[in-house]
């Protein structure tokens, strides 16, 4: 392989490495401004996305330990959609540009080393935000507390209920 080849290798390899989610794309037929202002609205979130020969982003892949992202046989342009701390927000963006530009196609995804399909990668972007998730998850683990310290409260509470009446019968009777 030529040097030249070599390095982009090693450039997609290290952007696989670096991110938590990556997304690959089809984008024949996309107007360049358009793919300008994906690339712009990519990096508002932290994100980039570049274009990648599918031999050595295969050959990348291979090398990077996901010999089934390596395998895929896949023709015609393709852009691959890295960085972002939030895969899941990423994939909304994905989505949402695809409804206004139907020429960019969602192909596959990797999520933490893993692929997933285009179908996966629409479910993901349907998921509600990350802090959304993360507050459910809190209420889910207080749950158990709250209801415990509401049990025992009742207890302390009948008992002092119980007091407050023997204390009132005990001055009606005086």
């Given at each position: 392989m030529r040097a030249e080849k070599e390095q982009l290798r090693k450039d997609i390899q290290s952007l696989l490495e670096k991110s938590s989610?990556?997304?690959l794309v089809a984008y024949k037929g996309l107007k360049v401004s358009h793919f300008r202002e994906f690339r712009k609205l990519?990096?508002?979130?932290?994100s980039?996305?570049?274009?990648?020969?599918?031999r050595i982003f295969r050959r990348a892949a291979t090398d990077?330990?996901?010999?089934?992202?390596g395998s895929l046989k896949f023709t015609g342009e393709t852009a691959l959609i890295t960085g972002g701390s939030d895969p899941v927000r990423v994939a909304k963006l994905v989505k949402d540009f695809t409804k206004d530009n139907a020429a960019l196609v969602t192909r596959y995804g990797v999520l933490n080393k893993k692929l997933i399909s285009a179908t996966e990668v629409k479910a993901l972007a349907e998921l509600p935000p990350r802090e959304y998730l993360l507050a459910q998850l809190l209420g889910l683990l207080q749950a158990p507390a709250r209801q415990l310290v509401t049990v025992l409260n009742a207890k302390a509470a009948s008992i002092v209920y119980v007091l407050q009446a023997y204390t009132d019968k005990k001055k009606a009777s005086a």
């Open positions: 989610g990556a997304f990519l990096a508002e979130v932290g980039e996305c570049h274009v990648v020969p599918n990077f330990g996901m010999a089934d992202l």
